[in-house]
């Protein structure tokens, strides 16, 4: 199977998704990303493909909350000693860490930035492996702007 292209923003979007009213798939072929909805119309068509083909998509599973609460946290170890750093390792373990932690990450604008890079530096590599377990032969295409780790079968244009 030839090498597809994947938007990396979509299929990082996939593997962070817990929601109850959507599924991604992956299209083996095309790279093309696609949400299934209930109860839509567009959804029921998509959904019709991928019964008709199974072996074409791929279900995308989202990775573990844990595994995102882990991020958070290696990214909070890395700071250097300081309030920011007393402030999110307090934010990652409030009742709600995701949303206390992006408030607190949000207070600090250089940090904030550091923080996306990290975040997606991470879920790259994260995106990259999850592909490694499909055996899918992909390019992850990052849009202009965002971190790139610079792994092999990765683009950082547009």
Do not use: C
Not at 59 to 75: C, H, K, Q, Y
């Amino acid at each position: 199977m030839s090498t597809v292209t994947i938007h990396a923003d979509e299929l990082i979007m996939a593997l962070e998704n817990h929601s109850y009213e959507m599924q991604f798939y992956l299209d083996r072929q095309t790279g093309e990303v696609l949400p299934v909805f209930e109860g839509n119309d567009q959804s029921d068509e998509d959904r019709e493909r991928i019964e008709a083909d199974p072996d074409r998509f791929v279900f995308i599973d989202a990775i573990p909350s844990s595994v995102a609460w882990e991020v958070m946290e290696t990214f909070v170890e890395s700071l250097q000693p300081g309030q920011p750093r007393r402030r999110l390792e307090h934010a990652i373990r409030a009742r709600h860490p995701f949303r206390t932690f992006k408030d607190e990450v949000s207070a600090y604008p250089n940090l904030l930035g550091a923080w996306y890079r990290f975040h997606d530096q991470e879920w790259l590599k994260m995106a990259r492996e999850w592909l490694g377990e499909w055996q899918i032969d992909a390019t992850l295409q990052v849009p202009p702007g965002r971190a790139s780790s610079g792994g092999p079968g990765e683009d950082g244009g547009g």
